[in-house]
């Protein structure tokens, strides 16, 4: 059973534009997301993250939505450039009883950014 | 720089013979996980240290131990390794401070043969 699903494998887009991910999550107990980038050959890198309690948050080119009742995240990139090209991981975390902060991953989506 | 370092990058094993990643890390953090990544797969969780309590994830295969002899270190022990245990395998750190934020280490690739 997926609990973060990532339903589009690759996105290609081009420079300049705007790059959308998405993720769609089941796990109502989910009260915390966060996005990761991964290069090839390295470990995911953390990108941006949002609470529950908000449905939008920004960081430079980065912006996450979160749609709580269709339980449906997605990252924008604006604009989309060359080193945007990798692999997008979706997670998804529900601060249970250990207390840990446990993610759970999409499969992730391949962003190509073509100049 | 503070970082998550695994070792070694790329590691070839035979079918059966015991096989050990290590994982150190000088961010100091009390949480450390082991990722098991199949190609265009999601990472899946094995285990995770949280201080010196183990947590094992319940479909994680008795094949699958670990070890954290200290804050900065951690090993994934695969006692038998089967062709379908080919993956990369991912450590990651994660403190309080950092809220639900893990910084994950670049990787050992696992081959079988």
């Known amino acids: 059973d997926q609990q973060v699903k990532q339903n589009s494998p690759s996105l290609s887009v081009q420079e300049g534009r705007i790059s959308i991910l998405n993720c769609d999550y089941t796990?109502?107990?989910?009260?915390?997301f966060l996005w990761y980038k991964k290069y090839p050959a390295e470990g995911p890198t953390f990108l941006i993250s949002?609470?529950?309690?908000?449905d939008k948050n920004e960081d430079g080119r980065f912006t996450v939505f979160l749609n709580k009742s269709a339980k449906h995240l997605s990252l924008h990139i604006v604009p989309s450039q060359p080193g945007d090209s990798a692999v997008y991981f979706c997670?998804?975390?529900?601060?249970?009883?250990?207390?840990?902060?446990?993610?759970?991953f999409g499969q992730g989506t391949t962003l190509q950014v073509k100049p | 720089d503070a970082m998550v370092i695994q070792n070694p990058r790329y590691q070839v094993t035979q079918f059966g013979k015991p096989v050990t990643l290590s994982c150190s890390q000088t961010?100091?953090?009390?949480?450390m996980y082991w990722y098991q990544q199949k190609s265009s797969q999601a990472p899946k969780l094995l285990f995770h240290?949280?201080?010196?309590?183990?947590?094992n994830e319940a479909d994680t295969p008795d094949n699958f131990q670990s070890r954290r002899p200290n804050t900065s270190f951690c090993f994934l022990d695969i006692r038998s390794p089967g062709l379908g245990d080919a993956a990369m395998y991912l450590c990651?750190?994660?403190?309080?401070?950092?809220?639900?934020?893990?910084?994950f280490g670049p990787g050992t690739r696992l081959t079988v043969l």
């Open positions: 997670a998804a975390s529900a601060w249970g009883s250990s207390n840990t902060g446990k993610l759970i």
């Open positions: 240290y949280y201080d010196k309590d183990f947590n």
């Open positions: 961010l100091n953090h009390n949480v």
């Open positions: 990651a750190t994660s403190s309080r401070g950092q809220g639900r934020r893990q910084f």
């Open positions: 949002i609470s529950s309690i908000k």
């Open positions: 796990n109502s107990m989910f009260d915390y």
